[in-house]
Nanobody, 122 residues
Framework: QVHLVESGGGSVQAGDSLRLSCAASGLIFSSYTMGWFRQAPGKEREFVAAINWSAISTYYADSVKGRFTISRDNAKNTVYLQMNSLKPEDTAVYYC???????????????WGQGTQVTVSS
């Protein structure tokens, strides 16, 4: 059974930084592209960033490019999201998931953790 545990969220001021972590179990972690998604109140869940199995390739939503950095440690079955220069519009629950891309759209495979709340105040 796949188990994903996100952590590292919190309440910060605009311009601050946070580092999210996602520990995965129940899957061959090093075989999967991993992604981060987020869902703001009243909005659909959206893609944030992804990293391929070897960490050679990374992908970002335009809204976070240049501010967020995704990384992974396959030895620890963990994926990270370093978030710098946070903005109020980054406020959301953040989730990690094994991911895949079809065309230009990123999808999460059907596994979700509980998410971690990020709140950015102006």
């Amino acid at each position: 059974q796949v188990h994903l545990v996100e952590s590292g969220g919190g309440s910060v001021q605009a311009g601050d930084s946070l580092r999210l972590s996602c520990a995965a179990s129940g899957l061959i972690f090093s075989s999967y592209t991993m992604g981060w998604f987020r869902q703001a109140p009243g909005k659909e869940r959206e893609f944030v960033a992804a990293i391929n199995w070897s960490a050679i390739s990374t992908y970002y939503a335009d809204s976070v490019k240049g501010r967020f950095t995704i990384s992974r440690d396959n030895a620890k079955n963990t994926v990270y999201l370093q978030m710098n220069s946070l903005k109020p519009e980054d406020t959301a629950v953040y989730y990690c998931a094994p991911s895949l891309r079809r065309g230009s759209t990123w999808y999460a495979r059907d596994y979700w953790g509980q998410g971690t709340q990020v709140t950015v105040s102006s």
